[in-house]
């Protein structure tokens, strides 16, 4: 099994970056998962059985003021190297499962800067998502959003009304979140 976890997060505006800073946004949050996988895959698909595991953001789901452009470009870009993997995959006994953590307390780019959530945004542990993993690879789930309510219910509206999301995030002060990870609030 692979368990593909590493990432960076990345709060700034594009406009705020550098080509390098978004070349290595690209190359650990994106390519290197590639990277891993095929490497994996091809023995994996040799024994006829094996897991592969993305790990990917919230940010994978749906694009908030709260999340970094660049860095929720990855995240989706995951999600499609996911969903595409595993229909490459089919039939060969190689699984391909993606994970959508929310906000996880005590990791990741809030615990990091000490940001508040706004209220109604909880968070989720680490165990919550260590038990998002295992249940993906028992019941070989394609995709699995580990969060609180509030979240899931950004996530359900997004895949259905995207343009909906901007207007509910900023409205719930999600916005904020990523202004004070900026220092800008």
Do not use: C
């Not at 919550?128 to 070989?140: G, K, N």
Request: hydrophobic fraction near 45%.
């Amino acid at each position: 099994m692979l368990v593909a976890n590493a990432g960076v997060g990345i709060p700034e505006d594009l406009g705020m970056l550098s080509d390098e800073e978004i070349e290595q946004a690209v190359r650990i949050n994106l390519l290197a998962p590639a990277a891993l996988a095929r490497a994996a895959g091809a023995p994996m698909k040799q024994r006829g059985r094996g897991h592969i595991v993305f790990i990917s953001s919230g940010a994978g789901l749906i694009a908030t003021p709260g999340n970094g452009t660049v860095y929720t470009a990855t995240k989706w870009g995951l999600r499609g190297l996911g969903l595409a993997l595993r229909q490459e995959l089919h039939g060969t006994g190689v699984r391909v499962s993606t994970i959508f953590p929310g906000p996880v307390r005590d990791a990741g780019m809030l615990a990091d800067t000490g940001v508040a959530l706004p209220r109604g945004f909880g968070t989720s542990s680490p165990e919550d998502v260590a038990r998002a993993v295992a249940d993906a690879v028992e019941r070989d789930k394609p995709e699995t959003t580990v969060a609180p309510a509030g979240i899931r219910l950004l996530a359900g509206v997004g895949a259905v009304a995207p343009v909906l999301i901007g207007k509910l995030a900023r409205l719930a002060g999600v916005g904020r979140v990523r202004d004070e990870m900026l220092g800008r609030a």
